[in-house]
């Protein structure tokens, strides 16, 4: 039994050892950047230890916008990325012809690079000196004013960053839900008919605690990845995001090591630390939660 355990623990070795390289030791060594205050990258000195760091970023206005920002982008997009996809998998799980064409269609856009995507959303809600923009004849057409969605005021521009994070994330959740509503045994669906079960009730009380693990895998992962959003608001905003008031906690981070702002590993330190503990917090809630409400 002894020799089996060595044997499992030589198999894992280059897994342990890949991971404890480049995730345990960054980990490490960002929790004590984050405690040296005058941190210099080019003579690799400081001047002492503290909290100083974390009280810079905190009260730092770019980091509360950024944090501003990345909770109002996580609390719409997630349930309405989640709401929208799951009507849309349900839609998808009736149809018996050409259900696999139209899966294909609603997949495309997570196969698609996000900075394209960025780019066309831009092209779309931006004005120009030679156009106001595709969305912005629709709204003139029905008798509105048109908007600078991307250089105007901050609703506008965040209105624009919750769509575009909802039709970049939609797919995936599409296609996990898709595949739990199929997996769902049909003779319950059968035995409710029978019965005379109402089609809401159907999907309360058999699909819904059916999926229910799909679901909150979903939220959680959502959560995670809305609170790591950076790329898709570059893409549409450009890189000085700061300027544009767009600015997410992964975004102060990068700006505080390779930005126009760069130069302070100390305080990115920081600041990601308190990512870190903003989204182990909420995913442990999630979890809980989720294991209550799985429980039927």
Known sequence: MQKKNWKAWLYLLPAIAFLSVFMVYPLIDVFVYSFEEGYNSASQTFWGTGLYNYSYVLHDPYFLQAVKNTFILVIITVPVSTGLALLISLGLNSIRRLRD??????????????????????????????????????????????????????????????????????????????????????????????????PLRIFTRITLPMIAPMVFYLVITGFIGAFKAYSDEVAIFGTNLNAAGMNTIVGYVYDMLYGDSGGYPSYASAAALILFAIVLTITVINLMISRKSTQF
């Open 101 to 198: 064409f139209f899966q294909t269609v609603f997949f495309l856009p997570y196969v698609t690079n996000t900075l394209a995507v960025g780019m066309v959303f831009m092209i779309l809600f931006k004005k120009t000196p030679y156009s106001d923009g595709l969305i912005n004849l629709l709204i003139r057409f029905f008798g509105g004013q048109s908007v600078d969605f991307i250089d105007g005021p901050y609703w506008a521009k965040l209105l624009v960053m919750c769509i575009y994070t909802v039709w970049v994330v939609m797919p995936f959740k599409i296609l996990i839900l898709t595949s739990a509503l199929a997996s769902v045994p049909q003779d319950y669906y059968n035995a409710a008919r029978v019965d005379g079960t109402p």
